[in-house]
C-alpha cells in the first residue's frame, strides 16, 4: 500500500461516520493513475443522492486533500 492509499483511506474514516448517519458507508477498492475507486454500501445503494455524495462529498475532500489524487469513481 502506497503513502497515497493510506491517506485516502485515513480521510474515507473521517467521512465515514457522516455517511453511516443515513445508514450508509463507503469502501475503499483500489488507487489507480489518479483514480480513486470506492463502493457505496448500505442505505446509499440505489440512493438518488450516491451519485452527489461521490462528486460533492468524497471527490472534492480527497482532491483537496491528497496530492495526486484527480478524480472519483464508484465501483458497483
Known amino acids: 500500500m502506497n503513502d497515497i492509499e493510506k491517506q485516502v483511506i485515513e480521510i474515507l474514516g473521517k ?20 483514480i480513486v475507486f470506492v463502493r457505496l454500501l448500505g442505505a446509499c445503494v440505489g440512493c438518488s443522492a450516491s451519485s452527489s455524495t461521490i462528486n460533492d462529498v468524497i471527490e472534492q475532500i480527497l482532491v483537496e486533500e491528497v ?4 478524480a472519483v469513481e464508484q465501483v458497483m
Open 15 to 34: 467521512i465515514r461516520p457522516y455517511i453511516e448517519r443515513d445508514g450508509g458507508d463507503v469502501e475503499f477498492v483500489k488507487y489507480e493513475e489518479g
Open 67 to 70: 496530492p495526486g489524487v484527480i
